[in-house]
């Protein structure tokens, strides 16, 4: 059908819902094997990532006639996923606020302080409020880039409360940044991005 290129805020799920065409069938599509081995993670890709979109397909389904019957599509709707924590410790049955592109959600934590939601799978804004302390969290959904990019390292270690800026550039705030994070998983604190460190903060970030 057609190459897509990706742009920040992208990611499988809100590009196959554009197209109509179910995520796995374009992941799974053999001109983007390259970019599945390189990325690994379907929804977190990079700006100017080449996408192939195949034809949409016809599909059909056997029916009793005078009958209603209800389909859903495919990947509609996407799952969000949020951990809480302070001080390493799980934010359990804390009351929740979350705005999910002007729709507000209201719930509470579960017993390891996640949030658990359906949202549309091209929503790209949300906050979430913790109704107790009245802390807003502002959420770019699907702005996360892969954790080969100096970028995806940033992001992660200010999700996970690290002081750093979300540059690009691997500056001295980044390294000691890395080295807090080294020194709080019992790994050699170099402030370098080598392969075990960058495992480890994907592990501890859950992407």
């Given at each position: 059908?057609?190459?897509?290129?990706?742009?920040?805020?992208?990611?499988l799920s809100s590009?196959?819902?554009?197209?109509?065409?179910?995520?796995?069938?374009?992941?799974?599509?053999?001109?983007?094997?390259?970019?599945?081995?390189q990325?690994?993670?379907?929804?977190?890709?990079?700006?100017?990532?080449?996408i192939?979109?195949?034809?949409?397909?016809?599909?059909?389904?056997?029916?009793?006639?005078?009958?209603?019957?209800?389909?859903?599509?495919?990947?509609?709707?996407?799952?969000?996923?949020?951990?809480?924590?302070?001080?390493?410790?799980?934010?359990?049955?804390?009351?929740?606020?979350?705005?999910?592109?002007?729709?507000?959600?209201?719930?509470?934590?579960?017993?390891?302080?996640?949030v658990?939601?359906?949202?549309?799978?091209?929503?790209?804004?949300?906050?979430?409020?913790?109704?107790?302390?009245?802390?807003?969290?502002?959420?770019?959904?699907?702005?996360?880039?892969?954790?080969?990019?100096?970028?995806?390292?940033?992001?992660?270690l200010?999700?996970?409360g690290?002081?750093?800026?979300?540059?690009?550039?691997?500056?001295?705030?980044?390294?000691?940044?890395?080295?807090?994070?080294?020194?709080s998983?019992n790994?050699?604190?170099?402030?370098?991005?080598?392969?075990?460190?960058?495992?480890?903060?994907?592990?501890?970030?859950?992407?």
């Amino acid at each position: 059908m057609s190459d897509y290129i990706v742009k920040q805020g992208d990611c499988l799920s809100s590009i196959a819902a554009k197209y109509g065409i179910p995520w796995d069938k374009i992941w799974n599509h053999p001109k983007n094997a390259r970019l599945k081995e390189q990325r690994k993670d379907p929804n977190i890709l990079y700006p100017g990532d080449i996408i192939f979109i195949p034809e949409k397909e016809d599909k059909e389904e056997a029916a009793a006639t005078g009958q209603k019957h209800r389909f859903r599509r495919k990947g509609i709707p996407e799952k969000l996923e949020l951990i809480l924590c302070l001080e390493g410790e799980p934010r359990r049955n804390e009351d929740y606020e979350l705005q999910i592109d002007g729709k507000l959600i209201r719930g509470k934590t579960d017993g390891q302080g996640k949030v658990s939601i359906s949202i549309p799978p091209g929503a790209r804004q949300g906050k979430l409020i913790l109704i107790k302390t009245g802390e807003e969290f502002n959420l770019d959904l699907g702005h996360l880039d892969p954790i080969t990019e100096i970028t995806g390292v940033q992001a992660r270690l200010a999700n996970l409360g690290f002081d750093v800026e979300v540059s690009g550039k691997w500056d001295e705030r980044s390294k000691e940044a890395l080295r807090q994070f080294q020194k709080s998983n019992n790994l050699n604190p170099t402030g370098e991005l080598d392969e075990t460190t960058r495992n480890k903060l994907k592990e501890v970030h859950g992407s």
